[in-house]
């Protein structure tokens, strides 16, 4: 019971004993308006039940965050017997394919719940280790067999879901999906790699996730793919992608920045909104500071598509504000990663006050269309296509963790269309030539998604909005967000902290003041060097990985994430505004100038008019 007493420690839980397993209670902040009683409030916190099953010397716990199955679903699920233990985190969509699967060949199988995940007990008792591969969704899973006592980890093929192992100085092995939960037990621990599964029988990794373009880019030499470019099949892909993600017993929504990708997703949806149970008439939500570039589109594509549609405003200090809050809970000390986790922190805080439990989300895309306006300078069609792999598998350091952590913080569950395996495979199967940006002849980035949905006798989207320069959503809340990041920054960290940042900061040194900042918050939260080795570093330009990073030597020693980096393209892009600011400069002196060499009469005809 010593690790129960410390998972109580982690989470703060009082524990309630019951046949089989213990329950455990933990109330989570909530808010229920000025004014209300000690009932509206208990009422807005809740108790988040936390189930947890003790077997030999294996110990399972899981906090349910109910999406399906909200009555019988509780955690941890069972095989028929009871032998075969599951705790899981995600949404499977093929469930109810795989349960007709499974009594297709026992057709006296029962089932304890109408849970979509509990499909996974029964297919390990028929197909052992395979199972991961059969999954379509996003999970994070850990099986316990109790006939041998073995175990096997799972983390679905993009890490969707956020998932950690360690290793303790006892020779135990942890899992979680928070590295807050390992931090003071494990001497090492890592996240838990995308695509894997990981077995007590062997102590190992296996990569269970094997599409194509891996293959193809780990090849020796590399092959390239070299798919005709069909605009149909690339639009019916994704949408399948969307309404597979509408499964759900519970409310939910969009989130829409109005940007290209977030307002796709809104689109499709709801036009497959008509004959849900849920009502026709989805929700969509946005944040942004007063009158930033978001809040306006999103506002414009929620009028055409008929949303009822939730804007949320926040304040720069209001961003600062939450900082420590934001990297506590997103366990990141990356720049471009803290920046846009801070509005999707703020927001989903505000979605959950409002019952809703689940929201569809626009990440992905950038990764596999080469959306970010880096990719401009990809000097060719090899490169560019390398470059989206090696995003792609990254996708669990960056957006993945964010969109998961951000929104799971307050209890909310972010689902993304883009990263479907499926229509990733036929996003990616397409010649890289397609993909290629050239803005001379209006072939701007992530041209072909954008044709794939410019059908002008039904559109899906107004046409401005379809063709809307690429905003990264650090930047699209308004660009005042990142500037009072900085200007926060340069004013509480002084030169010579950012001078010895080498000694301090060893590895994977901060480049900047703002660098610094977030970093010596993580380092209140997360001490260890195993902590700080989960974040990914080195010189990024608009998000660019550090081979893209050297496509043009003008980025050496100015790389920000921020798309506004990439000289030459974005429309607000950081030379834009400081050649402005030398012209202002420039011509206050000359007035200044010509007004000191003026006449003593002539100053003071002027100063009279």
């Known amino acids: 019971f010593f690790r129960l007493a410390r998972y109580r420690r982690i989470l703060g839980?009082?524990?309630?004993?019951?046949?089989?397993?213990?329950?455990?209670?933990?109330?989570?902040?909530?808010?229920?308006?000025?004014?209300?009683?000690?009932?509206?409030?208990?009422?807005?916190?809740?108790?988040?039940?936390?189930?947890?099953?003790?077997?030999?010397?294996?110990?399972?716990?899981?906090?349910?965050?109910?999406?399906?199955?909200?009555?019988?679903?509780?955690?941890?699920?069972?095989?028929?017997?009871?032998?075969?233990?599951?705790?899981?985190?995600?949404?499977?969509?093929?469930?109810?394919?795989?349960?007709k699967h499974i009594r297709d060949k026992h057709p006296n199988k029962k089932f304890g719940t109408n849970s979509d995940c509990e499909v996974i007990s029964h297919?390990?008792?028929?197909?052992?280790?395979?199972?991961?591969?059969?999954l379509d969704g996003f999970f994070a899973f850990v099986i316990l067999d109790t006939r041998d006592n073995s175990f096997y980890v799972a983390r679905d093929p993009f890490g969707v879901t956020c998932m950690y192992i360690g290793w303790g100085k006892d020779g135990s092995l942890w899992v979680s999906n928070e590295m807050k939960c390992l931090k003071d037990d494990c001497t090492r621990f890592e996240q838990f790699p995308p695509g894997h599964y990981f077995s007590s029988k062997t102590n190992s990794y296996t990569r269970y996730f094997n599409p194509q373009y891996y293959l193809d880019f780990e090849a020796q030499p590399p092959r390239y793919p070299t798919g005709a470019l069909d605009l149909g099949a690339l639009r019916t892909s994704f949408e399948r992608a969307v309404e597979k993600r509408l499964m759900s017993d519970v409310p939910f929504g969009v989130l829409l920045s109005g940007g290209l990708d977030s307002s796709l997703v809104a689109s499709v949806a709801s036009r497959k909104m008509s004959s849900h149970k849920w009502g026709n008439k989805l929700h969509s939500f946005c944040i942004g500071l007063p009158g930033s570039p978001d809040l306006l589109a999103a506002r414009q594509v929620a009028d055409f598509l008929g949303t009822e549609h939730h804007e949320f405003t926040f304040t720069v200090q209001d961003g600062i504000d939450a900082i420590r809050d934001v990297v506590y809970h997103v366990e990141t000390f990356d720049v471009t990663t803290v920046r846009a986790s801070t509005p999707m922190f703020l927001m989903s805080r505000k979605i959950k006050a409002m019952g809703v439990k689940m929201v569809l989300s626009g990440e992905g895309s950038d990764e596999v269309f080469g959306g970010y306006l880096y990719f401009h300078k990809a000097p060719s069609k090899e490169e560019f296509q390398d470059e989206t792999v090696r995003k792609v598998q990254a996708l669990h350091k960056y957006d993945c963790m964010r969109a998961n952590k951000s929104t799971m913080a307050w209890g909310v569950e972010a689902r993304v269309p883009f990263l479907d395996k499926d229509f990733v495979s036929v996003a990616m199967s397409v010649d890289p030539k397609e993909k290629m940006i050239d803005k001379a002849s209006g072939r701007i980035e992530k041209y072909i998604l954008r044709k794939a949905f410019d059908t002008p006798e039904k559109p899906y989207l107004p046409n401005d909005v379809l063709w809307r320069q690429k905003e990264q959503f650090s930047d699209g809340v308004g660009y005042n967000w990142i500037d009072g990041l900085k200007a926060h920054a340069e004013e509480n960290i002084s030169d010579q902290q950012l001078q010895n940042a080498p000694h301090r900061y060893p590895?994977?040194?901060?480049?900047?003041?703002?660098?610094?900042?977030?970093?010596?918050?993580?380092?209140?939260?997360?001490?260890?060097?195993?902590?700080?080795?989960?974040?990914?570093?080195?010189?990024?330009?608009?998000?660019?990985?550090?081979?893209?990073?050297?496509?043009?030597?003008?980025?050496?020693?100015?790389?920000?994430?921020?798309?506004?980096?990439?000289?030459?393209?974005?429309?607000?892009?950081?030379?834009?505004k400081v050649a402005a600011k030398e012209a202002a400069t420039a011509k206050t002196k000359a007035a200044n100038g010509a007004d000191a060499s003026a006449s003593p009469a002539s100053k003071r005809a002027k100063q009279g008019a």
């Open 13 to 99: 839980l009082q524990d309630v004993w019951d046949p089989g397993y213990l329950e455990l209670q933990r109330f989570v902040p909530g808010d229920a308006g000025p004014g209300t009683g000690p009932q509206q409030q208990a009422a807005a916190q809740g108790a988040r039940l936390v189930r947890a099953v003790p077997s030999g010397n294996h110990f399972l716990a899981h906090e349910r965050l109910a999406i399906m199955d909200p009555n019988s679903g509780d955690q941890p699920l069972f095989n028929e017997d009871r032998t075969i233990v599951v705790t899981v985190n995600g949404e499977l969509y093929n469930y109810q394919a795989l349960m």
């Open 123 to 134: 297919l390990y008792e028929m197909h052992g280790e395979e199972v991961a591969s059969m």
């Open 507 to 576: 590895s994977n040194t901060p480049r900047t003041k703002e660098a610094y900042w977030y970093r010596s918050i993580f380092e209140e939260h997360f001490s260890s060097a195993a902590a700080e080795q989960t974040v990914p570093g080195g010189p990024s330009v608009a998000c660019s990985t550090a081979t893209a990073a050297a496509w043009d030597a003008a980025w050496l020693g100015s790389e920000d994430p921020s798309g506004r980096a990439v000289h030459g393209v974005h429309d607000q892009a950081y030379e834009a």
